[in-house]
């Protein structure tokens, strides 16, 4: 009776265990599945490859708004291919500080894109992100900072969501991902 109370209990931790791992994978499978950008087939492109041209390797002009990105959000690295790393979110004041920074450093004019501006990027045919993902791969599908302020809270800021182009205001101490721009200059 002791080695079959035995073989039960450790049937029922083996079947246990293999639940565990089934339902992990499924919502390992449905994350993923979630998380995969969606495009409509029949749309217009809103960002098509043919609007922007490299500046430098991590770097791109949109020949349409004379405005260079950077492919990468704040936090992650573009090697070559794509952008590695952690997207780091910021508060809208840290933002502002690391736009400023940035400027400083190679003296290009880095900033904190208007509204208006980040707008130009969100790829209207596509969600989660939406976003040309060839030209700006590994972009989170969430929010981005805007220098934009709202003009009827000064507590708040603008921000354009990568999950489906649209744009809100948030409170400007909440942490948000940065993607910075400068004007096109003849370097």
Not at 10 to 16: D, R
Not at 65 to 93: F, H, I, M, P
Not at 117 to 122: P, Q, V
Not at 137 to 146: C, G, L, S
Request: a negative charge; one cysteine or more; charged letters at 20%.
């Amino acid at each position: 009776m002791n080695n079959l109370m035995k073989e039960t209990a450790l049937t029922s931790k083996v079947l246990s265990s293999i639940k565990t791992l089934l339902i992990s994978t499924l919502f390992t499978c449905v994350s993923i599945s979630t998380f995969a950008q969606e495009c409509l087939s029949d749309g217009l492109e809103t960002t098509p490859n043919d609007n922007f041209e490299a500046v430098t390797t991590s770097t791109l002009l949109d020949t349409t708004t004379d405005l260079v990105w950077r492919r990468c959000a704040e936090g992650q690295t573009w090697n070559g291919s794509t952008c590695s790393g952690e997207a780091v979110k910021y508060t809208w004041q840290q933002a502002l500080k690391l736009a400023h920074e940035a400027s400083n450093e190679d003296l290009l004019g880095w900033r904190l894109p208007n509204v208006k501006e980040l707008a130009t990027i969100t790829e209207r045919d596509c969600v989660r992100p939406a976003i040309n993902s060839s030209l700006f791969p590994a972009t989170p599908p969430d929010d981005f900072w805007t220098s934009t302020p709202s003009a009827d809270d000064p507590d708040r800021a603008w921000v354009v969501a990568f999950f489906n182009a649209s744009h809100s205001i948030k409170e400007k101490d909440r942490f948000i991902y940065v993607r910075l721009v400068r004007t096109f200059t003849n370097e």
